[in-house]
Every structure is written in C-alpha cells, then in structure tokens.
C-alpha cells in the first residue's frame, strides 16, 4: 500500500520559515518525480514546485521563486520543501504528490498558515 505523508506544517509569522517532509512507502521512490502543491482557502490547487526522479532538476511557480527550495533524498524516500520568506499568500493546505507517467499518489496534505 502506497502512502505518502506530509508533515511540518504550522504556523508561521510572515517572513518565517517552515520545512514540510513527504515521507514516502510501498512505492519505489527514485521512480517517481515529486511534486508539491497547495490549495489556499476557497481556491484550487496549484502546482508550488517539482523535481526530478534523481533530483537534478527542479521548476517553480512564479510565486515561490527564490522563496522555497524543493529537494529529495532517495536514500530516505523524502521529499523536501523548504519554505523562506513566508507570506501571507502563502497560506494554503500544502500537499506532495508522486508521478510516474499515468501513476500517481497524493499525500494527505499539511497546514500552513502564515500570519501575525
């Protein structure tokens, strides 16, 4: 059974940092790219960033650029987003995603909430 588990969400001020974890099982994870998405309040979800099967190659969303660094270690079958900078509209359900052509598995998601 596949599943991945997101955690370190919380709440943050803006201009604080968070680390969200994807842990991954039942799956073989250097297979998979990964992706993070968020769902802000009363909104669809958004692609936030991706990153290869071997982690050399990473893209983002306009947003987030030079704010959050998306990275893996296949060795512990996680996914990383580390989150600088906060912001306000950063604030959203953030939630890992695994692909590999037509297959994919969504995490659960994590809070984050960014405020003062």
């Known amino acids: 059974q596949v599943q991945l588990v997101e955690s370190g969400g919380g709440w943050v001020q803006p201009g604080g940092s968070l680390r969200l974890s994807c842990a991954a099982s039942?799956?073989?994870?250097?297979?998979?790219?990964m992706n993070w998405h968020r769902q802000p309040p009363g909104k669809g979800r958004e692609l936030v960033a991706a990153?290869?099967?071997?982690?050399?190659?990473?893209i983002y969303a306009d947003s987030v650029k030079g704010r959050f660094t998306i990275s893996r270690d296949n060795a512990d079958n996680t996914v990383y987003l580390q989150m600088n900078n906060l912001k306000p509209e950063d604030t959203a359900v953030y939630f890992c995603?695994?692909?590999?052509?037509?297959?994919?598995?969504w995490g659960q998601g994590t809070q984050v909430t960014v405020s003062s």
């Open positions: 990153i290869t099967r071997a982690g050399d190659s990473s």
């Open positions: 995603q695994a692909v590999n052509g037509q297959d994919t598995y």
């Open positions: 039942g799956l073989t994870f250097s297979r998979y790219a």
